[in-house]
C-alpha cells in the first residue's frame, strides 16, 4: 500500500532512500533546510570555479547503478564515472610518494620500492581481506541489526576475522615499514574513524577499493548529486528548499508527519531523518518519547573527529607539480596527531592533509587556465574547547605556508578563489552534533547492533539513514543505510 513518506534533509542518504521508496510505488516528499540539496555534498560556487563541499572518493559506484535501475533508468544517462588512477598518491613527511591501484603488479612494485621485505606480507594481507569484505560488505551491510540476537549471530565469525583488532594493528601483523603500514590502514579516517581504535573490519576498505576501482564523478559530486534529484523529480518525488524541520511530530508512539520552523505542519505515514541522528534525538524529538535516547546516551556516545576544509583555486595550472587527483599528506607525528584529534581532543600545530585536485582529471571544476583544489585537515570536534573563530584563520595560514612551501610554490600570490569550513560549521549549519563531521565514532563498541538503528528504538514508523546509523559513514555505507530503510518500509 503506497505511503506518504517525508525525508528530511537531502544528503546522500536522504535522496537514495527518496528514490528507492519511490521506486516502490511511494509517495515522497524531501525536505531540505538549505538552498541547494546536497547535505556534506553541497556545492559552493566562487568566480567561476565549483568546489564539492564533501565526499570526493566514489567507491562502488554499482550502488548508484542498482538505484537508477530499480526506477527503470540507466545511471549512466545522469551522470558519468571515470576511473582515478591512482586511486590516491600518498606522501610521507619527506615528500617521497608512494601511489597504489587496483593493477597489482604496480602495487607490489610501488611496495617494492619502498620496502622489497612487505611484498609477500601485502600479498597475505590482501587474501585475508577478502574474507573480511565477504562478510563485513556483502553479508551485513544492508542488514538492519534491529536486535541483539542479530550480533549474537554474527559474532563467532566477526571474532574469527579479528574484528577486536585495530586496523592499523591487523596491517601491522602484515606489513613492517611503518608508513606502508599507514599507507593501508589510513582508510578508517575517510570515515570518522582512528586508525588505531577502530575495527580491522574496515580493513575491508582496501580491498573494496581493489574490487571496483576509485572513480570520479564528472561535474564534480555535486553532479551526482543532481542526477539524484533529477532521478527523484522524475519519478514524481518532491524536493523542498530552504525548509527546516522544527520538530517530528509522535501520535500514539508513531512518526505522524513533522512540524516546520514557519510553524506549519506536514503529516505522513512515515518519517525517514537524513539528518544527524543526534540531532535528530536531540533537538527534533520531544523528551517524553525518548526512553532509549535521552540526552543523557547522545552525551555519552563517542562522535567522530571534525575537519578543517580550505576550498580554494588558483590562476595557474599546477599540472607539474607532482600531485595527482587524491594525495594524501602523512605528518611524521602520525600516532600523537591521532591521538591529540581523538583522546586529548586538543588542537595540534601539526597536521596530517587530504589534497583534492579535480580538475587534473576534470578541468570543468574551473575558468580555463586555472586550477581548484580542495585540503582537509582532520581537527577534534567541538569538546577541544578551540575557539574557532580565532583560530581558523591562523590555522588556514599555516596548512596554506605549508602546501606553499612544499607542494604548490607561489600558491597565496595566485589564489583567485578560497572559501573554509570548520568545526562551527558541521554544527550550525549541518547540524552535526558537537560539530562532529561523520557522526558517530565506528569503534567496535558502536558498530553493527551497538550503533543507533536505522529502525527508531524509541518512535515507531521513524527511520534513519547516513552516516550516523548502521552500517556507518562513507558513500557505501550511507547507500546501505538507505537500502535497509527501503526494506524496513517494505511496499
Given at each position: 500500500?503506497?505511503?506518504?513518506?517525508?525525508?528530511?534533509?537531502?544528503?546522500?542518504?536522504?535522496?537514495?532512500?527518496?528514490?528507492?521508496?519511490?521506486?516502490?510505488?511511494?509517495?515522497?516528499?524531501?525536505?531540505?533546510?538549505?538552498?541547494?540539496?546536497?547535505?556534506?555534498?553541497?556545492?559552493?560556487?566562487?568566480?567561476?570555479?565549483?568546489?564539492?563541499?564533501?565526499?570526493?572518493?566514489?567507491?562502488?559506484?554499482?550502488?548508484?547503478?542498482?538505484?537508477?535501475?530499480?526506477?527503470?533508468?540507466?545511471?549512466?544517462?545522469?551522470?558519468?564515472f571515470v576511473p582515478c588512477n591512482p586511486f590516491y598518491r600518498i606522501f610521507d613527511h619527506n615528500g617521497e610518494k608512494f601511489d597504489?591501484?587496483?593493477?597489482?603488479?604496480?602495487?607490489?612494485?610501488?611496495?617494492?620500492?619502498?620496502?622489497?621485505?612487505?611484498?609477500?606480507?601485502?600479498?597475505?594481507?590482501?587474501?585475508?581481506?577478502?574474507?573480511?569484505?565477504?562478510?563485513?560488505?556483502?553479508?551485513?551491510?544492508?542488514?538492519?541489526?534491529?536486535?541483539?540476537?542479530?550480533?549474537?549471530?554474527?559474532?563467532?565469525?566477526?571474532?574469527?576475522?579479528?574484528?577486536?583488532?585495530?586496523?592499523?594493528?591487523?596491517?601491522?601483523?602484515?606489513?613492517?615499514?611503518?608508513?606502508?603500514?599507514?599507507?593501508?590502514?589510513?582508510?578508517?579516517?575517510?570515515?570518522?574513524?582512528?586508525?588505531?581504535?577502530?575495527?580491522?573490519?574496515?580493513?575491508?576498505?582496501?580491498?573494496?577499493?581493489?574490487?571496483?576501482?576509485?572513480?570520479?564523478?564528472?561535474?564534480?559530486?555535486?553532479?551526482?548529486?543532481?542526477?539524484?534529484?533529477?532521478?527523484?523529480?522524475?519519478?514524481?518525488?518532491?524536493?523542498?528548499?530552504?525548509?527546516?524541520?522544527?520538530?517530528?511530530?509522535?501520535?500514539?508512539?508513531?512518526?505522524?508527519?513533522?512540524?516546520?520552523?514557519?510553524?506549519?505542519?506536514?503529516?505522513?505515514?512515515?518519517?525517514?531523518?537524513?539528518?544527524?541522528?543526534?540531532?535528530?534525538?536531540?533537538?527534533?524529538?520531544?523528551?517524553?518519547?525518548?526512553?532509549?535516547?535521552?540526552?543523557?546516551?547522545?552525551?555519552?556516545?563517542?562522535?567522530?573527529?571534525?575537519?578543517?576544509?580550505?576550498?580554494?583555486?588558483?590562476?595557474?595550472?599546477?599540472?607539474?607539480?607532482?600531485?595527482?587527483?587524491?594525495?594524501?599528506?602523512l605528518g611524521e607525528r602520525y600516532k600523537g596527531l591521532l591521538s591529540d584529534i581523538f583522546h586529548k581532543k586538543s588542537l595540534s600545530?601539526?597536521?596530517?592533509?587530504?589534497?583534492?585536485?579535480?580538475?587534473?582529471?576534470?578541468?570543468?571544476?574551473?575558468?580555463?587556465?586555472?586550477?581548484?583544489?580542495?585540503?582537509?585537515?582532520?581537527?577534534?570536534?567541538?569538546?577541544?574547547?578551540?575557539?574557532?573563530?580565532?583560530?581558523?584563520?591562523?590555522?588556514?595560514?599555516?596548512?596554506?605556508?605549508?602546501?606553499?612551501?612544499?607542494?604548490?610554490?607561489?600558491?597565496?600570490?595566485?589564489?583567485?578563489?578560497?572559501?573554509?569550513?570548520?568545526?562551527?560549521?558541521?554544527?550550525?549549519?549541518?547540524?552535526?552534533?558537537?560539530?562532529?563531521?561523520?557522526?558517530?565514532?565506528?569503534?567496535?563498541?558502536?558498530?553493527?547492533?551497538?550503533?543507533?538503528?536505522?529502525?527508531?528504538?524509541?518512535?515507531?514508523?521513524?527511520?534513519?539513514?547516513?552516516?550516523?546509523?548502521?552500517?556507518?559513514?562513507?558513500?557505501?555505507?550511507?547507500?546501505?543505510?538507505?537500502?535497509?530503510?527501503?526494506?524496513?518500509?517494505?511496499?
Amino acid at each position: 500500500m503506497s505511503k506518504h513518506i517525508i525525508v528530511i534533509g537531502s544528503g546522500f542518504g536522504g535522496l537514495a532512500t527518496a528514490s528507492r521508496l519511490l521506486s516502490k510505488g511511494h509517495q515522497v516528499t524531501v525536505l531540505e533546510k538549505r538552498d541547494k540539496p546536497g547535505g556534506r555534498a553541497y556545492v559552493y560556487e566562487i568566480n567561476g570555479f565549483k568546489f564539492d563541499g564533501g565526499p570526493t572518493v566514489i567507491t562502488a559506484p554499482f550502488m548508484f547503478d542498482d538505484i537508477f535501475e530499480a526506477a527503470g533508468r540507466k545511471r549512466s544517462d545522469y551522470i558519468e564515472f571515470v576511473p582515478c588512477n591512482p586511486f590516491y598518491r600518498i606522501f610521507d613527511h619527506n615528500g617521497e610518494k608512494f601511489d597504489y591501484n587496483n593493477d597489482h603488479e604496480f602495487t607490489l612494485n610501488e611496495i617494492r620500492k619502498r620496502n622489497p621485505g612487505d611484498v609477500e606480507g601485502y600479498e597475505k594481507f590482501l587474501g585475508t581481506t577478502k574474507a573480511i569484505f565477504d562478510k563485513g560488505f556483502v553479508e551485513l551491510a544492508d542488514k538492519p541489526f534491529l536486535k541483539f540476537t542479530d550480533m549474537l549471530k554474527v559474532a563467532p565469525d566477526l571474532i574469527k576475522l579479528q574484528s577486536y583488532k585495530t586496523v592499523y594493528k591487523y596491517v601491522a601483523q602484515f606489513i613492517e615499514d611503518d608508513f606502508l603500514r599507514r599507507c593501508f590502514s589510513f582508510h578508517p579516517l575517510l570515515v570518522g574513524g582512528n586508525p588505531f581504535d577502530t575495527t580491522s573490519i574496515y580493513a575491508m576498505i582496501h580491498y573494496l577499493e581493489r574490487e571496483w576501482g576509485v572513480h570520479y564523478a564528472m561535474g564534480g559530486t555535486g553532479a551526482i548529486v543532481k542526477a539524484m534529484t533529477d532521478l527523484i523529480e522524475d519519478q514524481g518525488g518532491k524536493i523542498h528548499l530552504s525548509t527546516e524541520v522544527d520538530e517530528i511530530l509522535v501520535e500514539q508512539g508513531k512518526a505522524a508527519g513533522v512540524r516546520l520552523k514557519d510553524g506549519s505542519v506536514m503529516k505522513a505515514d512515515a518519517v525517514v531523518s537524513n539528518a544527524d541522528v543526534a540531532f535528530t534525538y536531540k533537538n527534533l524529538i520531544d523528551k517524553k518519547h525518548r526512553r532509549k535516547y535521552t540526552d543523557r546516551k547522545i552525551e555519552r556516545t563517542k562522535y567522530s573527529m571534525s575537519l578543517f576544509v580550505i576550498y580554494f583555486g588558483t590562476k595557474k595550472r599546477y599540472l607539474d607539480s607532482g600531485l595527482a587527483h587524491h594525495n594524501i599528506i602523512l605528518g611524521e607525528r602520525y600516532k600523537g596527531l591521532l591521538s591529540d584529534i581523538f583522546h586529548k581532543k586538543s588542537l595540534s600545530d601539526d597536521f596530517s592533509l587530504y589534497l583534492h585536485m579535480p580538475t587534473i582529471t576534470d578541468p570543468s571544476m574551473a575558468p580555463e587556465g586555472h586550477e581548484a583544489f580542495y585540503v582537509l585537515s582532520p581537527v577534534p570536534h567541538l569538546d577541544s574547547g578551540t575557539d574557532w573563530n580565532e583560530m581558523a584563520p591562523k590555522y588556514r595560514d599555516a596548512i596554506m605556508q605549508f602546501l606553499e612551501e612544499n607542494y604548490l610554490p607561489g600558491l597565496q600570490e595566485n589564489l583567485v578563489a578560497e572559501h573554509y569550513i570548520d568545526p562551527l560549521h558541521f554544527q550550525d549549519t549541518l547540524n552535526s552534533y558537537k560539530g562532529s563531521a561523520f557522526s558517530v565514532e565506528p569503534i567496535l563498541t558502536q558498530s553493527a547492533w551497538f550503533r543507533p538503528h536505522n529502525l527508531s528504538e524509541d518512535v515507531d514508523d521513524l527511520y534513519f539513514v547516513g552516516a550516523g546509523t548502521h552500517p556507518g559513514a562513507g558513500l557505501p555505507g550511507v547507500l546501505s543505510s538507505a537500502k535497509i530503510a527501503e526494506n524496513l518500509i517494505g511496499s
